[in-house]
């Protein structure tokens, strides 16, 4: 099936309110690699008799969004782990890996990159990670976050600037 070329049109008929998860593939993809097989999963999720109605898409070839809105009034931890465990089996039967959610995402040079927590210092030492870096957050929680543009944000804004205490830079009036 042939993904819309604005990503969150998979998403038109869901609520702001409805459950977002965001996974990062470990490499970039056509979404039509994993297009059949994420559609028959979503198709027929369902857990104790109750039918979900998901939907996904995929941003950048790597930034992998399911949405559901039964799951964020009536949560089933079971249904998630389900789920979840589909998109890990999708994932590897098309040659991918999801990347560790530990990992921070980041926009350099126009595309995606993650680096090892650990790694934080030493990238801020060495110039790799600025302030104004974008940080891609993984954690939002709702469709409504992501329709809002909050996926990007800068690293000043995030809690490695905070922790770091790398701040955004001062605009003058010159």
Same mark, same amino acid.
């Given at each position: 099936?042939?993904?819309?070329?604005?990503?969150?049109?998979?998403?038109?008929?869901?609520?702001?309110?409805?459950?977002?998860?965001?996974?990062?593939?470990?490499?970039?993809?056509?979404?039509?690699?994993?297009?059949?097989?994420?559609?028959?999963?979503?198709?027929?999720?369902?857990?104790?008799?109750?039918?979900?109605?998901?939907?996904?898409?995929?941003?950048?070839?790597?930034?992998?969004? *399911?949405? /559901?809105?039964?799951?964020?009034?009536?949560?089933?931890?079971?249904?998630?782990?389900?789920?979840?465990?589909?998109?890990?089996?999708?994932?590897?039967?098309?040659?991918?890996?999801?990347?560790?959610?530990?990992?921070?995402?980041?926009? *350099?040079?126009?595309?995606?990159?993650?680096?090892?927590?650990?790694?934080?210092?030493?990238?801020?030492?060495?110039?790799? *990670?600025?302030?104004?870096?974008?940080? *891609?957050?993984?954690?939002?929680?709702?469709?409504?976050?992501?329709?809002?543009?909050?996926? /990007?944000?800068?690293?000043?804004?995030?809690?490695?600037?905070?922790?770091?205490?790398?701040?955004?830079?001062? /605009?003058?009036?010159?």
């Amino acid at each position: 099936m042939p993904r819309p070329a604005d990503p969150l049109a998979a998403f038109h008929a869901l609520p702001d309110e409805a459950r977002l998860w965001l996974m990062l593939l470990n490499q970039a993809t056509d979404g039509t690699r994993i297009a059949p097989a994420l559609d028959a999963a979503l198709a027929g999720w369902r857990h104790k008799g109750t039918q979900y109605r998901g939907a996904w898409t995929l941003f950048e070839g790597r930034i992998l969004a *399911l949405a /559901e809105p039964t799951l964020a009034t009536q949560p089933s931890g079971c249904a998630i782990d389900g789920m979840l465990r589909s998109i890990q089996r999708i994932a590897e039967a098309a040659g991918l890996a999801l990347g560790d959610p530990q990992e921070v995402v980041v926009r *350099l040079h126009g595309g995606i990159e993650t680096f090892c927590r650990t790694d934080l210092d030493a990238r801020l030492q060495d110039g790799t *990670l600025q302030p104004d870096t974008p940080l *891609l957050d993984l954690t939002l929680y709702t469709l409504g976050d992501l329709r809002r543009g909050r996926l /990007e944000k800068p690293l000043a804004a995030s809690w490695i600037g905070r922790k770091y205490k790398r701040q955004a830079p001062v /605009e003058t009036g010159a």
